[in-house]
């Protein structure tokens, strides 16, 4: 029998054992060296050979990934640990570090109950690194810490035993004041949740040497760091993996430390799912029963040229077999699952039966997306993921041949329902596909997989940056009326607390919430009482407030106001760009007796029109889209790389020496950044290495602002008059 085989009937015999099942995602910001620690665990549990791990990079399965040298797709594999005495099944996902692809690590986190935090020895904590941690405890994760290439600071920084230590000493202490800051406000955490040496929640070592330590593997092997210092300054990198293989530290740390879904399941549910917690299905779901009712988060959809579309996520309770019937939240009927299985990486196993507590992958599942709910019974579904960053940038894309427009329109909607953070726009009106992504990386590998594996030959415009629209002061009343002149409506608009907007985003307040948890969720973010009770709608990040008293027919014609709110707030009246942060209140209406004169046709351009009047009232302005930059490089080049920022209308925030290079901090505009890379590169003879950051919007400028509407304007075949109204530029 095959060595794989042996290990998925073994992971089989596993499964029904929760205590001993550890879900966990290995999470870091770029080039830290995930990918090349999950070979290694591989390795460890004989799944690739021990020769090869390190540079296999097994778990970056598309060949785009292999040729970049990043993980694009979070991948899952499963795996067996002894861990004293006792045979362990880990459901492992590799996710993506670089910032154009954390709605992989966002989703990754919903199926799993622990997070390996990696960060590497000389860069210490990076941006990406505050990012994954604070995605993790959002879910309700458990962090711990490894820190890699440790052997960068013996061979290349020639740091000794003292100095190490405080680095080592110095990077812990940065990831715990992020885990304190973090987990200050949940209350659902028993226990402190930092990383300490002492309690073996962290690990050192070098994923590429495949060693590794911790204070109980120490204690077990009789080895300190003397001894490793020692044995790596002679190069004697071979025994020193023998003396303390890498995979043994990790694997016994997730087996000690992590969760098991027994554990972790009561505290999660409650935080990702509100539905009835009183319920027999609550109680199923916290005491991960396998014969209760099947309940399955889908939280990755992968398309497989064989089996077709996979549907990857965490089973909370019941148990998935080929054969059920399932209903998925959104959707009408039932779906039939066709095979069961679990991921070794690029390959897929079948099994007969997934239960409980375990991460499954499954076909038949059409109608699922990334973020739906399956179960063998109608409920209320999870919680949807809420990602932290929206697209900021867009490009169009054409079918070359005119034949291929229907495949391509197919392939570019499977996209948008395997990755949730692409906005596809198929414009009826100019023929054109847009997609948003996150950033310039994201939308080049999604066209260059069109391209090569869907065969379909495209072309694909130059980068559009998304801009958005808010008003910078509070309008005075204003008056929208209906094209028969019998119904009117008066509304203002003011700019909304930053913290509103925050709270929002992080999906915090929602209209899908109970209105009491609204009502404190919104006054914790300073919303004052009286405002918070009257809240009608929230649209993307506008709230609509209804302080009118008494008003006949408006409950009815409430839906109607919505609509035209709602239209109105997605094409702003300056250059039909999304408007964000903006208060709006409804003040009073006047409405017609018969309902023949008060339906769609009246209401919704009246309410249209007065959304527009009250933000040209309250001065609303473009906002661009910003990032922040932050840039490694030699002294001697320092120069040249804040004027790389500087020449783009950014800022530089500071500027300071980390090891033998100077770090250079600050932020631009997302539309200036295009073409960065290959600037940065000549202007420092390609010895810089950077990472952006997506940093929000800001309004821009005044004396762009006039130039920059025309434009976005004249790409959108919109009239190039403001109206009258707008002065102030």
């Given at each position: 029998?095959?060595?794989?085989?042996?290990?998925?009937?073994?992971?089989?015999?596993?499964?029904?054992?929760?205590?001993?099942?550890?879900?966990?995602?290995?999470?870091?910001?770029?080039?830290?060296?995930?990918?090349?620690?999950?070979?290694?665990?591989?390795?460890?549990?004989?799944?690739?050979?021990?020769?090869?791990?390190?540079?296999?990079?097994?778990?970056?399965?598309?060949?785009?990934?292999?040729?970049?040298?990043?993980?694009?797709?979070?991948?899952?594999?499963?795996?067996?640990?002894?861990?004293?005495?006792?045979?362990?099944?880990?459901?492992?996902?590799?996710?993506?570090?670089?910032?154009?692809?954390?709605?992989?690590?966002?989703?990754?986190?919903?199926?799993?109950?622990?997070?390996?935090?990696?960060?590497?020895?000389v860069e210490g904590a990076m941006?990406?690194?505050?990012?994954?941690?604070?995605?993790?405890?959002?879910?309700?994760?458990?962090?711990?810490?490894?820190?890699?290439?440790?052997?960068?600071?013996?061979?290349?920084?020639?740091?000794?035993?003292?100095?190490m230590q405080e680095r080592l000493?110095?990077?812990?202490?940065?990831?715990?004041?992020?885990?304190?800051?973090?987990?200050?406000?949940?209350?659902?955490?028993?226990?402190?949740?930092?990383?300490?040496?002492?309690?073996?929640?962290?690990?050192?070592?070098?994923?590429?040497?495949?060693?590794?330590?911790?204070?109980?593997?120490?204690?077990?092997?009789?080895?300190?760091?003397?001894?490793?210092?020692?044995?790596?300054?002679?190069?004697?990198?071979?025994?020193?993996?023998?003396?303390?293989?890498?995979?043994?530290?990790?694997?016994?740390?997730?087996?000690?430390?992590?969760?098991?879904?027994?554990?972790?399941?009561?505290?999660?549910?409650?935080?990702?799912?509100?539905?009835?917690?009183?319920?027999?299905?609550?109680?199923?779901?916290?005491?991960?029963?396998?014969?209760?009712?099947?309940?399955?988060?889908?939280?990755?959809?992968?398309?497989?040229?064989?089996?077709?579309?996979?549907?990857?996520?965490?089973?909370?309770?019941?148990?998935?077999?080929?054969?059920?019937?399932?209903?998925?939240?959104?959707?009408?009927?039932?779906?039939?699952?066709?095979?069961?299985?679990?991921?070794?990486?690029?390959?897929?196993?079948?099994?007969?039966?997934?239960?409980?507590?375990?991460?499954?992958?499954?076909?038949?599942?059409?109608?699922?997306?990334?973020?739906?709910?399956?179960?063998?019974?109608?409920?209320?579904?999870?919680?949807?993921?809420?990602?932290?960053?929206?697209?900021?940038?867009?490009?169009?894309?054409?079918?070359?041949?005119?034949?291929?427009?229907?495949?391509?329109?197919?392939?570019?909607?499977?996209?948008?329902?395997?990755?949730?953070?692409?906005?596809?726009?198929?414009?009826?009106?100019?023929?054109?596909?847009?997609?948003?992504?996150?950033?310039?990386?994201?939308?080049?590998?999604?066209?260059?997989?069109?391209?090569?594996?869907?065969?379909?030959?495209?072309?694909?415009?130059?980068?559009?940056?998304?801009?958005?629209?808010?008003?910078?002061?509070?309008?005075?009343?204003?008056?929208?009326?209906?094209?028969?002149?019998?119904?009117?409506?008066?509304?203002?608009?003011?700019?909304?607390?930053?913290?509103?907007?925050?709270?929002?985003?992080?999906?915090?307040?929602?209209?899908?919430?109970?209105?009491?948890?609204?009502?404190?969720?919104?006054?914790?973010?300073?919303?004052?009482?009286?405002?918070?009770?009257?809240?009608?709608?929230?649209?993307?990040?506008?709230?609509?407030?209804?302080?009118?008293?008494?008003?006949?027919?408006?409950?009815?014609?409430?839906?109607?106001?919505?609509?035209?709110?709602?239209?109105?707030?997605?094409?702003?009246?300056?250059?039909?760009?999304?408007?964000?942060?903006?208060?709006?209140?409804?003040?009073?209406?006047?409405?017609?007796?018969?309902?023949?004169?008060?339906?769609?046709?009246?209401?919704?351009?009246?309410?249209?029109?007065?959304?527009?009047?009250?933000?040209?009232?309250?001065?609303?302005?473009?906002?661009?889209?910003?990032?922040?930059?932050?840039?490694?490089?030699?002294?001697?080049h320092m120069g040249a790389a804040?004027?790389?920022?500087?020449?783009?209308?950014?800022?530089?925030?500071?500027?300071?020496?980390?090891?033998?290079?100077?770090?250079?901090?600050?932020?631009?505009?997302?539309?200036?950044?295009?073409?960065?890379?290959?600037?940065?590169?000549?202007?420092?003879?390609?010895?810089?290495?950077?990472?952006?950051?997506?940093?929000?919007?800001?309004?821009?400028?005044?004396?762009?602002?006039?130039?920059?509407?025309?434009?976005?304007?004249?790409?959108?075949?919109?009239?190039?008059?403001?109206?009258?109204?707008?002065?102030?530029?």
């Open positions: 029998m095959g060595r794989r085989k042996k290990i998925v009937q073994e992971c089989e015999r596993l499964m029904d054992n929760p205590e001993h099942i550890r879900n966990i995602a290995i999470a870091a910001h770029v080039d830290h060296g995930k990918t090349t620690l999950s070979d290694n665990l591989l390795a460890g549990a004989g799944m690739i050979s021990e020769d090869t791990a390190g540079e296999q990079l097994a778990m970056d399965t598309k060949e785009d990934e292999q040729e970049r040298g990043i993980t694009i797709d979070a991948a899952n594999v499963s795996m067996t640990h002894e861990y004293e005495d006792t045979n362990h099944l880990i459901n492992l996902i590799d996710t993506p570090g670089h910032v154009d692809f954390g709605g992989d690590v966002t989703r990754a986190m919903r199926a799993v109950d622990g997070a390996l935090v990696v960060v590497d020895a941006p990406q690194t505050e990012t994954v941690l604070r995605q993790a405890l959002r879910e309700g994760v458990k962090p711990t810490l490894f820190i890699n290439k440790v052997d960068r600071l013996i061979s290349e920084l020639q740091e000794g035993p003292q100095e000493m110095s990077v812990i202490a940065d990831v715990n004041e992020l885990i304190r800051g973090m987990a200050e406000n949940m209350d659902d955490i028993p226990e402190d949740w930092t990383v300490s040496v002492e309690d073996g929640t962290v690990g050192f070592g070098s994923a590429l040497y495949k060693w590794g330590v911790s204070m109980p593997s120490m204690q077990r092997t009789g080895m300190d760091f003397g001894d490793i210092m020692e044995l790596e300054q002679n190069d004697k990198r071979e025994e020193l993996h023998e003396r303390t293989p890498l995979s043994n530290v990790v694997l016994d740390m997730v087996c000690e430390h992590f969760p098991n879904p027994v554990d972790a399941q009561p505290r999660r549910v409650p935080r990702i799912w509100r539905g009835d917690a009183d319920s027999e299905l609550a109680d199923t779901m916290r005491m991960v029963d396998e014969d209760g009712e099947v309940v399955f988060m889908v939280t990755d959809i992968s398309m497989d040229p064989h089996a077709g579309e996979i549907a990857t996520g965490r089973v909370f309770s019941g148990t998935l077999e080929k054969g059920q019937e399932l209903y998925v939240s959104g959707t009408a009927g039932k779906n039939r699952i066709q095979s069961v299985g679990l991921f070794m990486g690029s390959e897929r196993e079948e099994v007969d039966r997934v239960p409980a507590g375990n991460i499954a992958s499954v076909t038949g599942l059409r109608d699922a997306i990334a973020g739906s709910t399956v179960s063998s019974v109608e409920m209320t579904p999870f919680e949807s993921i809420e990602h932290i960053s929206e697209p900021v940038i867009t490009k169009s894309v054409e079918a070359q041949n005119m034949d291929d427009l229907p495949k391509l329109i197919e392939t570019l909607q499977q996209v948008a329902k395997e990755d949730p953070t692409i906005q596809i726009e198929i414009n009826e009106d100019t023929g054109e596909h847009l997609i948003s992504g996150q950033g310039e990386l994201h939308l080049e590998v999604i066209t260059q997989r069109i391209r090569d594996n869907q065969g379909i030959p495209v072309i694909t415009g130059e980068p559009i940056v998304v801009f958005r629209e808010q008003p910078q002061e509070a309008s005075r009343e204003v008056e929208g009326q209906s094209p028969n002149r019998h119904n009117k409506f008066y509304l203002t608009v003011e700019p909304m607390a930053q913290e509103i907007v925050d709270a929002i985003q992080l999906g915090e307040v929602s209209m899908d919430m109970p209105e009491l948890e609204r009502r404190e969720a919104l006054q914790d973010a300073g919303m004052d009482k009286d405002t918070s009770q009257n809240v009608e709608d929230i649209h993307r990040t506008n709230i609509l407030i209804d302080d009118t008293k008494g008003i006949q027919h408006l409950n009815e014609t409430m839906e109607l106001v919505l609509e035209g709110l709602q239209e109105a707030l997605d094409d702003g009246p300056l250059a039909a760009e999304p408007v964000q942060g903006s208060l709006f209140r409804l003040h009073d209406a006047k409405l017609h007796e018969d309902t023949i004169h008060r339906g769609p046709a009246q209401v919704i351009p009246a309410v249209r029109d007065a959304v527009h009047r009250s933000l040209i009232d309250g001065e609303v302005r473009l906002l661009e889209p910003i990032q922040d930059v932050r840039i490694d490089v030699p002294s001697e804040s004027g790389e920022i500087q020449g783009r209308r950014g800022r530089v925030d500071d500027m300071y020496q980390e090891g033998d290079l100077m770090v250079v901090e600050g932020i631009a505009p997302v539309e200036e950044m295009i073409g960065f890379s290959s600037d940065i590169r000549s202007a420092t003879e390609g010895r810089a290495s950077w990472n952006t950051e997506n940093a929000g919007f800001r309004v821009l400028v005044d004396n762009l602002q006039r130039e920059k509407i025309m434009e976005i304007r004249e790409r959108k075949g919109m009239k190039l008059e403001l109206p009258q109204s707008i002065d102030y530029f």
